[in-house]
């Protein structure tokens, strides 16, 4: 995990969870993106001020890891950290923590990276600031 870490608390809503009780593991992509968005916010990264400025920031690949099924109710932590991947690809790396007991739930490794206006990746400025704050 980042030096940068960043963690959000949630909790496992019913309509998040498939026919077997458990959350279905499309969902978890929507708590790491929540996380992943959060984390930006908290560092002064504005989404809509971004993509006014000609700023694009997408994701081009997921690695996830299920460790341990998270059910209605559960309280858990989505941790986020980032690292630099190169000049025009960045990676957070998340994990997932059930609650109270810490019990690892999921491992990811997201890599982004920032498109100019036309849709092809380029370096800004504005994102490097993620890698020295």
Known sequence: MSHQTFGIELEVRDYECDMEGIVNNAVYMNYLEHARHSF???RGFDFAEL???G???VVIRV???YLFPLRSGDRFIVKTGIER???LRFGFIQEIFRLPEDKPILKA???GTSLDGD???KYFAEVE???TT
């Open 40 to 42: 930006l916010k908290q």
């Open 51 to 53: 993509t006014r400025m």
């Open 55 to 57: 700023i694009r920031l």
């Open 63 to 65: 690695e996830a890891d």
């Open 85 to 87: 991947v190169s000049r």
């Open 109 to 111: 490794r997201v890599i």
């Open 119 to 121: 849709g092809r990746p």
């Open 129 to 131: 600031s993620l890698f």
